[in-house]
């Protein structure tokens, strides 16, 4: 899930330095969404394994 938030925020840099803003907006909204349920999982697994 981390992998997949790094590569939409590497690939909206890319966007926005090429001048795509559309497309640089919608990718690191998608890399935002996927790193918050990232953290999400991780809290729940780390809570999860300590029980």
């Known amino acids: ?3 997949y938030a ?3 925020l590497v690939v909206a840099l890319i966007a926005a330095v090429l ?3 559309g497309i640089a907006g919608a990718a690191s ?3 935002w969404i996927l790193f918050v349920v990232f953290l999400i999982l991780a ?3 780390f809570f999860r394994k300590k029980v």
């Open 1 to 3: 899930m981390l992998h």
């Open 6 to 8: 790094i590569i939409f």
């Open 19 to 21: 001048g795509f803003t």
């Open 29 to 31: 909204n998608i890399a």
């Open 43 to 45: 809290i729940v697994s």
